[in-house]
């Protein structure tokens, strides 16, 4: 292992690597983290060692494992290169097939293929999946092509080439003056800019300082931090070195969820490969700036990823908030300066400094420059992490990229922010997403969770819902998130359970309003967000619920009721055999009827049968079992039933 | 309780500063829960007051000062798993061993939390079972996963 001693070792380094790289070496990429790993890709590798081993092709052909290129759902996911060949969905039993067929003979299966659900049409190469084709993924792409766990493979593709560039070529004044021009702002949802945390930081006159990245990745819907740390660790940690001697820091943090042991484990090796090479510690590259990296383990919380609260956190303090008067710059971490920016904010910092200010600049909207990396899910045909220029619209995300909605559903909104973000309806979906477009809506950027949500999600539940997130995780310092919230989540329950009243929608936005405007933190006072978005885009729902009793989403289940419909139903039992708490009566040839006593509204029948008999009703009483002499239906044919 | 055990433990954070949560991740870790013994040790050896270790151990949602079970189910309740049928998988848990969010099994086979995200959005609705995630979860494998657990 080398010890680089000067920025000349780490170029050299970075030409040995390259010149022992063997390009045409057929080589079979997997995907190691969390989302295959579940799925099983850890069968698929051994699968893939066995084989090399039964047909004696263990120097002949590579194997590898990356990080996560974003397509979890299509896992487990395996890439054969040189050609690129992507396969989708593999299991243990594939393996023989494919090195037989086409790491030995070239042939695609088609069988593995991505084949895009709107045309048909097979991809297949990586980069004719139309999930990616519309991306930019400056910071994605690279998760592919490294071995988390292997520093050398980040140094190949030029890592901590930047660091090198900084400390030998730039003053902390040059740095800071690059991410201004750039126009990074935070990615962890305020869009704050980042060179102004930096540049009060560095002004500031008390040491020591500490610099910070934040991982407490807890908004429900979201886990692109989790994929950078866990698959591409160390351009954070290039990013936060770079932090660090730009604002005169010599110890760095790194807050993570202890829910994410695979990204701890990729950051602490890379923490420690970083040391071995010179890259991280004492006397870096030989430069004469010092420098520590230490991982604390979140205890979880979603308000300690506030940033005064996580740094209480790692102070190991109870995690509550304090006002803002005096900016954690100044007085932060043990009431020293201090910056604190979101793990993707760190990743972009390399790629600035590598490519420059006017590069960055140039991709982006003006006042929102670069690419972001969104979670798509809900109900869109293709889930998963994207990454975007900022800029683009919701309706070139759902429907060119997340290909549309699931099942032949309609699209009713876009959940944007996480859960103090906002619903935005179809008539806004041509709106650009940038920080501010969001904010007029009524919603804000946030870390980048975007649920896609279809006909048959009632919004005033996913109000509801959200609300009650955020009331189980205040603090509980402040009274208007405290109180206000606690009150706002017990009405929205009320309204959904079908015991709303007229007041109500007033008092919500009563309560809204004040959480937004009195909070001590941005929890509370973005609260309001999923509140008022609902209200304003979706008041008809609101209406329906409480003066009609109705879900017009047919999904509040106090307000729903399942009813077989004796016309369509073929008498199968198959709804019957399954209920859970045996409250369907029918047998084969006698068609079958609910208990609504009996009913717990769990919709078993409802996703069993086969023949759409069953339906829900809301706001319209169940039409009566029909007589019993009328109950004889020709026994359907056997194969239809399981 | 093995007290050795907790002194092992603390003896890796004498000299550091703010490992509160740290060290009691760490308990946790060995013993599944954090017992009183371990509070009052910390409290002795440390000098930190017993009302603080309480508060931060009551303040962190991961933290337990509750007895679990032999092994620990966390369901995701996050939005993506909410939407993709979460709370369906809940009824069926809370059915089949009679426990709501937050209790154990009588006989202290299962302990059930809800999380509100597990970063696996793509998988929903999604498990964390002794610490190994479980995807596209439907109440027929759900009890097939269960049934493993002994």
Known sequence: MPFLTCSDDLAQLQRVLLAINDYKKPTVVLCGATGCDTLGAKEVVKAFNDEFKKR???????????????????????????????????????????????????????????????TGVPARYLYEVPFYKYQNRLLLDRNAKIDPKNIEDYIKLSGYKALAKVLFQMTPDQVIEEIKKSGLRGRGGGGFPTFQKWDSARKASETPKYVIVNGNESNPGTFMSRILMEGNPNVILEGLIIGGYTVGAHEGFIYVRQDYPLAIENMQASIDQAIAFGLLGKNILGSGFDFEIKIVKSAGGFVAGESTALMKAIEGRVGEPRPKYIHSSEKGLWGKPTVLNNVETWANIPLIINNGAEWFSGIGLAGNKGTKIFVLSGNAINTGLIEV?????????VFKIGGGIRNGKKFKAVQIG???????????LDVPIAFDELEKLGAKMGSGG???????????????????????????????????????????TKIVSGKGEEKDV????????????????????????????????????????????????????????????????????????????????????????????????????????????????????????????????????????? | MSCEKIDQIIDKYVDEKGYLIQLLLDIQKEFRWIPKEAVMRINQRLKIPVSEIYRVASFYTSLSLKPRGRHLIRLCLGTACYVRGGPK???????????????????????????????????GPVIELDGIYHGRLTTTNLGELLSHCK
Do not use: W
């Open chain 1, 56 to 118: 004696n092709l263990e120097n002949k052909i590579d194997m590898k494992e990356t990080g996560c290129l974003g397509s979890c759902e299509r896992g487990p996911r395996v890439t054969i290169q040189p050609e690129e060949i992507a396969y989708f969905r593999v299991k243990a039993s594939d393996v023989p097939e494919i090195v037989e067929r086409t790491l030995l003979n070239g042939e695609i299966i088609e069988r593995l293929l991505y084949v895009d659900p709107v």
């Open chain 1, 389 to 397: 220029p900022l800029g683009i619209t919701m309706r070139d995300i």
């Open chain 1, 418 to 428: 996480g859960p103090a973000g906002g619903m935005i309806p179809e008539q806004y």
């Open chain 1, 450 to 492: 975007l649920i896609v949500m279809d006909n048959e999600t009632c919004m005033v539940d996913a109000a509801r819902y959200f609300v009650n997130f955020l009331c189980k995780e205040s603090c509980g310092k402040c009274v208007p998130c405290r109180e206000g919230l606690l009150q706002a989540n017990d009405i929205l």
């Open chain 1, 506 to 642: 007033e008092k919500l936005r009563e309560i809204a309003e004040t959480s937004s405007v009195a909070s001590l933190c941005a929890l509370g006072a973005t609260s309001a967000n999923p509140m008022l978005t609902s209200l304003r885009y979706f008041a008809y729902e609101y209406e329906e619920h409480i003066h009609r009793k109705r879900c017009p989403a047919l999904s509040c289940k106090p307000l729903i009721n399942f009813y077989i419909d004796p016309a369509k139903c073929m008498a199968c039992t198959l709804c019957s055999r399954n209920c859970p708490v045996k409250a369907i009566d029918g047998a084969v040839g006698k068609i079958h009827i609910i208990d609504q006593a009996k009913c717990v509204k769990c919709g078993t029948c409802f996703d069993q049968c086969k023949f759409k008999a069953v339906t829900k009703i809301s706001g319209e009483p169940v039409p009566p079992p029909i007589p019993e002499e009328q109950r004889i239906k020709r026994p359907a044919p056997r194969s239809r039933g399981p």
């Open chain 2, 89 to 123: 998988i809940l009824d069926s848990i809370e059915r089949c061993l009679c426990i709501t969010p937050g209790e154990t099994t009588a006989d202290g086979r299962f302990s059930l939390e809800t999380v509100s995200c597990l970063g696996s959005c793509d998988l």
